[in-house]
């Protein structure tokens, strides 16, 4: 988890569609757990439709930033959410949620071990009714890639930060069920040299074919499944899998 908040948050902003796909999924909720919660994007706007919401987040820094956040709500928001450092793959609150929810591919920051942990966690962690969501990106093509790296890193994007100019650049290494992914900014103040930094990011991914073997281990069912937060259906095509399971 070494990377730097500020830069990591300047890039991984969301993706299109997926906090009004959550707050409709909490739409009935009283009780909402995040895992992983990040810098609270989500679950603030998820509080602010009433539910209280709990934020489980291993990293210092994004936990800062979404107490910051949080502070700049409404009181009768922010006192609805909860936020506590922790780790996803072993946490017990001793209390149900209506609904377990991990946006943006949260899920594949852990190895298949800890996943399985995570996902036995959630449903413990499940009221009767409730429901675990979460979004990942489809890990089918690179499986049947098999191993293989870029060989030099390829320029993604240039961003303003203030200002700073910042030009990312990103390196790829794929594995069997694992893309470590090394983000490489160039950082130029004005009337100073241009620094680097960079940090990498293990994917431990799921495929299709793999999403009932996995949900089922750690006793869920999947209910839906969705090529994006549309509702489109999930095809050879989608880039994302959409889930909403039940614990059994
Ligand atoms: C892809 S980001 C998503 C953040 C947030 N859910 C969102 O949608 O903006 C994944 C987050 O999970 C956190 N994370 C990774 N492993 C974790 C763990 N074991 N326990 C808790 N948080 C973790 C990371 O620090 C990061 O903030």
């Known amino acids: 988890m070494a990377f730097d908040p500020h830069l990591y948050r300047l890039l991984h902003t969301g993706a299109p569609g997926d906090i009004d796909f959550y707050r409709a999924q909490c739409a009935d909720a009283q009780a909402v757990l995040e895992l992983g919660c990040g810098d609270g994007r989500v679950a603030l706007a998820i509080a602010a439709d009433g539910p209280r919401v709990i934020g489980i987040e291993r990293h210092p820094g994004m936990l ?6 949080r502070s700049a709500l409404p009181p009768a928001v922010a006192e609805r959410v909860e936020l506590i450092e922790g780790d996803m793959a072993d946490f017990d609150l001793g209390r149900p949620f209506d609904r377990v929810i991990l946006p943006y591919t949260t899920l594949y920051c852990l190895d298949p071990e800890r996943r399985q942990r995570c996902l036995s966690r959630v449903a413990a962690h499940l009221a009767p009714a409730g429901r675990l969501a979460f979004d990942v990106w489809v890990g ?17 994007e240039g961003l303003r930060d ?44 799921l495929c299709t074919d793999e999403l009932d073997g996995v949900l089922g281990a750690a006793g869920l069912d999947v209910l839906d499944v969705w090529g994006d937060f549309d509702g489109a259906a999930l095809d050879d095509e989608s880039e994302r899998m959409v889930v909403v399971a039940a614990a059994r």
């Open 162 to 205: 203030g200002d700073t100019i910042i030009e990312i650049f990103e390196r790829d290494v794929h594995r069997p069920g694992r893309m470590e992914v090394t983000y490489t900014h160039q950082i130029a103040r004005p009337g100073e040299m241009p620094t680097r930094s960079a940090y990498t990011i293990t994917h431990h991914y």
């Open 140 to 156: 089918d093509d690179l499986r049947a890639r098999g191993a293989f790296a870029d060989e030099a890193p390829e320029w993604i």
């Open 64 to 69: 800062a930033a979404a107490r910051e956040a």
